[in-house]
């Protein structure tokens, strides 16, 4: 069983602020990483697949990057909006890791 | 443009079995070869996926409910089932069915862009 684990629990910054999230595998997963955002009340919303590539629709200030056990969201200037909960899914069982709560400091 | 709507009792008795159903709009469940999913979400918690199908009918299950879980296609409704035994208090959650991408003519596994609202499920007696 693949574990995926995320870092920090808990991320506080500003609007205009670059976030870095973490995302750790147990076990290699190659490039077979997804990340998810998820506000309050909604579905989760997919913005990347295979670790780099952006979902349609999804701004160009989120990417992705990491291959095998080591990946990262990064999100270049946040955006009022881009407040919420992030998680990573990996392929194989498409498990979630725990989520990173992206909240204004 | 797809759409997908759960529905299914709101309240389910420990024990007893939840059934769920996801109706699919917008786009024919058999007229391409996708994968369709079960997600849940317990209050305040993260997400567990549940398991999958295959257009064609074959399943894929999270290990730790395996025993517990059956999913099924109805393709002359464009629906898709949820059935959870032997339901306890930890099963009470939101019950989200979404679709994996398709890029390309390769469909995923993983990475689900379309989701329904979810549907909340309270096992109480």
């Known amino acids: 069983e693949i574990v995926l684990t995320q870092s920090p629990a808990t991320l506080s910054l500003s609007p205009g602020e670059r976030a870095t999230l973490s995302c750790r595998a147990s076990?290699?997963?190659?490039?077979?990483l997804a990340w998810y955002q998820q506000k309050p009340g909604q579905a989760p919303r997919l913005l990347i697949y295979?670790?780099?590539n952006r979902a349609t629709g999804i701004p160009a200030r989120f990417s992705g990057s990491g291959s095998g056990t080591d990946f990262t969201l990064t999100i270049s200037s946040l955006e009022p909006e881009d407040f919420a909960v992030y998680y990573c899914q990996q392929r194989s069982i498409p498990e979630f890791g725990q989520g990173t709560r992206l909240e204004i400091k | 443009q797809l759409q997908l709507q759960e529905s299914g009792p709101g309240l389910v008795k420990p024990s007893e079995t939840l059934s769920l159903t996801c109706t699919v709009s917008g786009g024919s469940i058999s007229s391409s070869s996708y994968y369709w999913g079960w997600i849940r979400q317990p209050p305040g918690k993260g997400l567990e996926w549940i398991g999958s199908i295959y257009y064609s009918g074959s399943t894929y299950y999270n290990p730790s409910l395996k025993s517990r879980v059956t999913i099924s296609v109805d393709t002359s409704k464009n629906q898709f089932s949820l059935k959870l035994s032997s339901v306890t208090a930890a099963d009470t959650a939101v019950y989200y069915c979404a679709r994996p991408l398709a890029v390309a003519g390769f469909y995923y596994y993983y990475g689900m862009d379309v989701w329904g609202q979810g549907t909340t499920v309270t096992v109480s007696s």
């Open positions: 076990q290699s997963v190659s490039s077979y």
């Open positions: 295979d670790a780099s």
